[in-house]
């Protein structure tokens, strides 16, 4: 792959929608927490497959905010659910969606 954010796995699917990556048209590698968080998000674990429009499309996470919200609070309830607070979720990503 030439892309960092593309890449094909025949046994990942879209978080969405459910389509399946292909050589030609690879899944999105999509960082919950973006920006500053990038790194963190990626250490954590906290990213999900996307097909290119459920990334970028005219109703993809980018674009969408309840999605893009309801990606955040389930990954955040995620790592409450570990046994982590609320609190040491604020201190890694500045804020809580929840």
């Not at 963190?40 to 970028?56: A, K, N, Q, T």
């Not at 996470?61 to 604020?90: I, P, T």
Request: glycine letters at 10%; one cysteine or more.
């Amino acid at each position: 792959m030439t892309c960092y954010d593309e890449y094909y796995d025949e046994y990942r699917c879209c978080e969405f929608c459910g389509k399946t990556g292909t050589s030609r048209v690879p899944l999105h590698r999509h960082h919950v927490f973006g920006g500053s968080n990038r790194k963190i998000s990626d250490r954590l674990g906290m990213v999900v497959d996307l097909c290119h429009e459920c990334h970028e499309g005219k109703d993809g996470v980018h674009r969408n905010r309840a999605k893009d919200l309801e990606l955040k609070q389930r990954f955040q309830q995620e790592y409450e659910d570990e046994g982590h607070s609320r609190e040491e979720f604020r201190l890694l990503f500045g804020k809580s969606w929840l």
